[in-house]
């Protein structure tokens, strides 16, 4: 199944500017978020003419049921992840269109035909996916290169990931077209670790990082449309799914949990590029190992029997060596090396 989600992606200097003019006639209805929806305004002062409602800060299928009180012509999500995925649930229930203006480099959210479902204590559910499509995205260089750099860095960690799972469900070439096409976008995520991203380069804003940005925002959630299973998620989104159940990690970022879990996926396949994601991972300050995610070793059989779960409900290839998953977790307790 080949599943793209966007009709038009507009990634430029003022993209916001015409926002009024593709809402033409219709009546929009703005989710916000509690701090991009201020930027955008600050970007764009007349977003603050269309009617809004707030989001409360997780995609749930309580929030979706309280929000599908409204029903507008349009929904136009401006926010994060959780936001839009909770924006597509409801354009997709609801049968209309959506426009999505992403205020945070963090996630593909913007692109997947898909919403991650958590429960109201942000704890990871399931993920639905479904036909839905997204007009356009909005991709407004000013209320980018402004947003918060801790999210554009787990952003790129998670789009990374892309490359390692796809690697690790499909190999690296395929005789099936969509999951083949999924493979060579998933190669060019994978090669943003050898750019710089570095907050200066990040608010400098120059080619390289509008080239990074599309890749988070647009190209990353382009590798499971076209791939769907073959190319969608492995055991690191499983490890971050796992992880997510403990309070001690909800401050970290969806990209920080998955960077992890990467390297638990690494290391469980024996790669040879296990060392350099471990040094690249590092090297931008994501956490390497449970005590920073602040896990304890008496918590590990707990989070090894988590995983498995997870792998489970997603469909990953079962672990059938758990032991030697419980040894890798327990040598990732503490930070190795600086």
Sequence with gaps: MIRQAVLEYDHSNDALDDLHTLIGNREALILRGLNGYDEAVRVSPRIAEIPSIRFNGECSDEEVE???????????????????????RIAFTQSVPLIIVPTLVSNCATFTPLSVIYGEDGTYLR??????????????RRLLRDSPYDYFRAGVIDTVAKWFEARYISGTTSRDAGIHSGLSLAAQCGALMDLSIREDDFRRYDTDIRFIVDHVLAIGGAV?????????VAVAHAVHNALSRFDSTHHWLHGDKVGF?????ERMISSEDTLFLEKWLQSIDAPTSLEQLGIRFDQIDELVDYVVEEMTIQGIHKVEDTDRLKEILRNLQELVYK
């Design 66 to 88: 309280r929000l599908k009180a409204h029903r507008p012509d349009v929904w136009i999500a401006v926010g994060g992840g959780k936001l839009i995925d909770t924006a597509k």
């Design 127 to 140: 993920y639905d996916t479904f036909p839905v499509v997204i007009e356009r995205v909005i991709a407004d």
């Design 224 to 232: 499971g449309g076209f791939g769907d299973a073959g190319t969608r």
């Design 261 to 265: 879990g990467l390297i638990v996926q």
